[in-house]
């Protein structure tokens, strides 16, 4: 059996979904509404057409995303499929710092005392 791909134009917001960068369609609308969808640079709306070749900037939980679209997909496809419609150029994370560990109160512990306050500020670095 064939794969859905093809090399003529489809939708960025059925593209995104069928490349699994969001859950659904409608997800991927929003996001393209809310402008966390470019294309080639520019904002992308909903029903704009993406052709092999065009650079996605996508923000997923956060993150900047940066896809270059390989073959367009219409329908949602298995994950290996989908793994070779698109090219993620984006650029590793930097490494975590070492962050000292900040005190955890218990939850439902009520408000801080003053004195409390005090050592949390002192501890942050915030000391008057």
Same mark, same amino acid.
């Given at each position: 059996?064939?794969?859905?791909?093809?090399?003529?134009?489809?939708?960025? =917001?059925?593209? #995104?979904?069928?490349?699994?960068?969001?859950?659904? *369609?409608?997800? @991927? !609308?929003? %996001?393209?509404? $809310?402008?966390?969808?470019?294309?080639?640079?520019?904002?992308?709306?909903?029903?704009?057409?993406?052709?092999?070749?065009?650079?996605?900037?996508?923000?997923?939980?956060?993150? =900047?995303?940066? #896809?270059?679209?390989?073959?367009?997909?219409?329908? *949602?496809?298995? @994950? !290996?499929? %989908?793994?070779? $419609?698109?090219?993620?150029?984006?650029?590793?994370?930097?490494?975590?710092?070492?962050?000292?560990?900040?005190?955890?109160?218990?939850?439902?512990?009520?408000?801080?005392?003053?004195?409390?306050?005090?050592?949390?500020?002192?501890?942050?670095?915030?000391?008057?």
């Amino acid at each position: 059996m064939p794969t859905p791909t093809s090399d003529s134009p489809v939708r960025i =917001d059925a593209w #995104l979904w069928a490349v699994r960068q969001y859950k659904t *369609r409608s997800a @991927a !609308t929003a %996001a393209c509404r $809310a402008g966390h969808v470019r294309v080639n640079g520019e904002r992308a709306k909903a029903a704009q057409s993406v052709r092999p070749g065009d650079e996605v900037r996508v923000r997923v939980d956060g993150f =900047d995303r940066q #896809l270059v679209v390989r073959a367009t997909l219409v329908k *949602r496809v298995s @994950a !290996t499929i %989908a793994a070779t $419609a698109v090219e993620d150029r984006t650029p590793p994370p930097p490494p975590r710092e070492s962050v000292a560990i900040l005190p955890v109160r218990e939850r439902g512990a009520g408000r801080p005392t003053k004195r409390e306050r005090r050592d949390l500020e002192k501890l942050r670095g915030r000391e008057a």
